[in-house]
């Protein structure tokens, strides 16, 4: 079913985009088969390139969804293997890297000095360099959380909830 729902989502994301673009795509074309068939032979230009776009997004989609399944396969395989505390480091390291993007960034964007796809490279960069230095620095991070937890009156590694039962 989700196979379907998504063929539907490339269909109508290709055909806005052959609407989009008709101008540029479809002109060529049709002036050539205006030439062969002669003025008019083709009404409603901009539909023609929608359903064109349309079936060709829907074709596309089949092979896109099983690469990209193919790969988030993958990707869960080898995500299995690492350990749960350096996943847990790298996702905190990289929550900060998309803090400190976002308030290091914001102003730029405001002003317009740096383009929305700077802007997109630059948050990537910032959450990888997080992610990257979390995973390095998982045992002081999990050292200072740790001394947190004792001087709070807590010992490591007890959940609060389940303390009376």
């Known amino acids: 079913m989700m196979r379907r729902w998504s063929q539907l989502l490339f269909a109508v994301?290709?055909?806005?985009?052959?609407?989009?673009?008709?101008?540029?795509?479809?002109?060529?074309?049709f002036t050539f088969i205006e030439a062969h068939w002669g003025p008019g032979a083709v009404r409603g230009q901009a539909?023609?390139?929608?359903i064109i776009a349309a079936l060709l997004f829907y074709s596309v989609s089949?092979?896109?969804?099983?690469?990209?399944?193919?790969?988030?396969?993958?990707?869960?395989?080898?995500?299995?293997?690492?350990?749960?505390?350096?996943?847990?480091a790298g996702c905190a390291g990289?929550?900060?890297?998309?803090?400190?993007?976002?308030?290091?960034?914001?102003?730029?964007?405001?002003?317009g000095f740096?383009?929305?796809?700077?802007?997109?490279?630059c948050v990537g960069l910032f959450a990888l360099a997080g992610f990257r230095l979390g995973r390095a620095k998982k045992e002081e991070l999990f050292s200072i959380l740790e001394r947190q937890a004792i001087r709070s009156g807590e010992s490591p590694g007890t959940a609060e909830g389940l303390r009376g039962a």
């Open 62 to 88: 089949s092979w896109a969804m099983a690469y990209f399944g193919k790969v988030m396969q993958q990707g869960e395989a080898r995500i299995a293997h690492v350990p749960v505390m350096e996943l847990m």
């Open 13 to 29: 994301i290709g055909g806005s985009l052959g609407v989009q673009w008709s101008d540029t795509l479809g002109k060529p074309f």
């Open 114 to 121: 740096i383009s929305p796809l700077v802007h997109l490279v």
């Open 47 to 50: 539909w023609w390139v929608f």
């Open 94 to 111: 990289m929550v900060v890297g998309l803090f400190l993007s976002s308030v290091l960034l914001k102003p730029f964007e405001q002003e």
